[in-house]
């Protein structure tokens, strides 16, 4: 019987598996950010960002400024970029903690110059470039005339030049292409101009192993991998990047009750009982991270067998019915997502059929979850004198 109620196992050995296989596809002497943004999917950023580390990651991609420091106040000391932007009047604690930021306007440059100089320092700046996806950055005719810009800043530091792939799926290659288009004629501009570009990272996970440009995804310095280090990708890109799940979602039988045919089951009672049977309630919700919508329709593993969830999924239960599953006791263990003996209800499969993406299904785990990590003993530094599996140092993150 566990202690919890609902935990979520997180295998720190897939995960290093997740990024030697990511470093691999990338290609050699191209380094990683790992995206730990929404406490890395919802995993724990300070543990997962702790183990990376260990694992030769080179910096940490965030969504907030409060997400860097976080990490920052754990002792992690790779370079933190802020992805996308950072409201206003949290621009001073992110200079004063030497965090990186992404910048996609003019005005901004504006104010974090005049910010950086009041506070005597120099800003890290890494220019967004929208090439396609629409959302943040600045135009690539807007880009060249920015990055002079930057240049010229005493207090900025270009560090680094980033734009987003809309479409990594491989569902629109050309507009993907497209995108790396303007992104190298960019790139070319500014080298023109003698501006060394810092880092230059375009591609996330999908973009890292869809192969748009050939088995050298993208002939950039860095990749920003986010789920594909957490263990899944797309259908048709996951089996041939050959991840290890990372998740395991799990929960315990709490109550087992007889019903005879016809009893309602749940809010609204949307099921009932066609044959006597058997329902079995399992202590967790859709405030854990069973979607709602996987009421009715979804499945859990009990005892290394399926069994369907009946009825609505609730704040804090799920129901399922047992009848064709023998032998279940009050403190079962229940598996939403992860493997039970054969079986395995995977992540993507569970994502889909609740009309979501795996992005969403991880992000949307409760705080009232337990995180139980295991696995990432085998990269601990050895005893003197003997050698763990040999993986690259962990090094400084980005160019000075
Ligand atoms: C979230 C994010 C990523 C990582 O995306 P995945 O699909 O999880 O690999 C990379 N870059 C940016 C800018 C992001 O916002």
Known sequence: MSDFRAWVEIDLDALTHNLAAIRRRAGPGVRVMLVVKADAYGLGAVTIARHAARCGVSALGVGTSREALELQGAGIRLPVLVLGTVIENELADCLSHGIHIGLHSADRRASLQALAMAMGTVANVHLNVDTGMGRLGVLPSRAVGLLEEIHASRNLALAGIMTHVAAPHGASDEATFEQALAFDELLAAARARGILPGSVHVANSCAIFSGVRGPRAWPYDMVRPGIAAYGTLPGHLARAAELRP?????????????????????????????????????????????PWSLSGSGEVLLRGRRAPIVGRVSMDYTTVDIGRVPGVCVGDTAILIGRDGQDELRLADVARRAGTIPHELLCSFGKRVERVYTGGDEILPAAPGARTRSLPPVTSGFPE
């Open 246 to 290: 990372v998740v395991t979602l799990a929960s315990q039988v709490v109550f087992l009750k007889d019903v005879p045919a016809g009893t309602p089951v749940g809010y609204d009672a949307t099921w009932r009982a066609p044959r006597p049977t058997r329902i079995a309630t399992l202590s967790v919700g859709y405030a854990d991270g069973v």
